[in-house]
């Protein structure tokens, strides 16, 4: 959290003048993602799996291969995938896992993306992000129910899209919507003149090849992509407005959703009252076999 802290004050004191390159401090700014120590009783949960290490290319930062660390509960006959937010880890979700461990014939599957959490890498991306949950999907097997949160529910469309899988139950909170206006938000807080901003869209597109308005939910997301689709928000997420979901959720009516106010959007993931739903949406999962 240091750093990000000295990039934003870096950034802020910029002067943009046309002989200033700032193209690399605003990349930091962007896909740095902080890596905060894991607690004691979180690090306990992580003893208690089994871990493992998997790899993936990362052909737009580092230009090399990144190890990226998970964990797995249990060896139930149904499989559990969580895909973390960024700025996050498996070990946050150290309640939710708690909690699943105590149903039945369930396997949960947990890593921290590359560039996140004990994973290799100083920088981070969306793909980043899919890209390791794919590796995942095809190291373990398919997933019966695929959990998300923010950015991580966007990687978990992709991955479902590119591995053709289809869940039982696929679970997203506070689901990031539109990655281009998070991006604006982060620059337009650090003081990023508009010009600037589009210089680096530009680079951003030059880099991956897309616009970075590409990787919009609403967009992604395809119909039927599980069997049930639930979703969790706060209607007061500064991160993840409700006015962006309210477009992804009329667009398609089939998605369950729950409104669970003032938890906020990193926080939402520890409420008592969110955890205890998901455990009834697996459990019942369970009853009817899928």
């Known amino acids: 959290m240091k750093k990000l802290k000295e990039l934003f004050t870096q950034v802020k004191a910029l002067n943009y003048t046309d002989g200033e390159d700032v193209s690399d401090l605003l990349w930091q700014l962007i896909c740095y993602s902080p890596k905060m120590p894991v607690r004691l009783q979180s690090q ?129 909170i506070t689901p990031m919507v539109r990655l281009k206006e998070n991006f604006t938000a982060t620059m337009t807080f650090a003081e990023v003149p508009q010009a600037a901003q589009s210089k680096f869209f530009e680079s951003f597109e030059s880099l991956f090849k897309v616009p970075v308005s590409y990787f919009k939910l609403t967009d992604l997301y395809t119909e039927g992509a599980a069997v049930k689709h639930w979703l969790a928000y706060d209607p007061g997420d500064k991160v993840a407005p409700l006015e962006y979901l309210q477009e992804f959720l009329a667009m398609h009516p089939s998605v369950l959703s729950k409104e669970y106010a003032a938890t906020g959007h990193e926080r939402i993931i520890k409420d008592a009252g969110l955890i205890n739903d998901i455990v009834e949406l697996v459990k019942q999962g369970n009853k009817q076999g899928n």
């Not at 306990?44 to 291969?65: G, N």
């Not at 937010?85 to 896992?97: N, Q, R, T, V």
């Not at 992709?158 to 997203?172: D, G, H, Q």
Request: proline share 2%; glycine share 10%; charged share 15%.
């Open 44 to 172: 306990q949960l992580l003893d208690e799996a089994t871990s493992f290490t998997l790899e993936v290319d990362d052909s737009h930062f580092s230009h090399s291969v990144l190890k990226f660390n998970g964990f797995i509960w249990g060896n139930g006959k149904r499989k559990v995938l969580i895909t973390h937010g960024w700025g996050s880890k498996a070990a946050d979700f150290s309640d939710l896992i708690t909690a699943l461990r105590t149903i039945e014939n369930l396997q949960i599957v947990a890593f921290d993306a590359p560039g996140n959490g004990s994973s290799e890498g100083e920088l981070s991306n969306l793909l980043l992000f899919a890209r390791a949950t794919e590796v995942v999907i095809g190291t373990y097997g398919a997933s019966d129910i695929m959990i998300g949160h923010s950015l991580g529910v966007m990687a978990n469309i992709m991955a479902i899209s590119e591995t053709a899988i289809k869940p039982s139950l696929l679970i997203n």
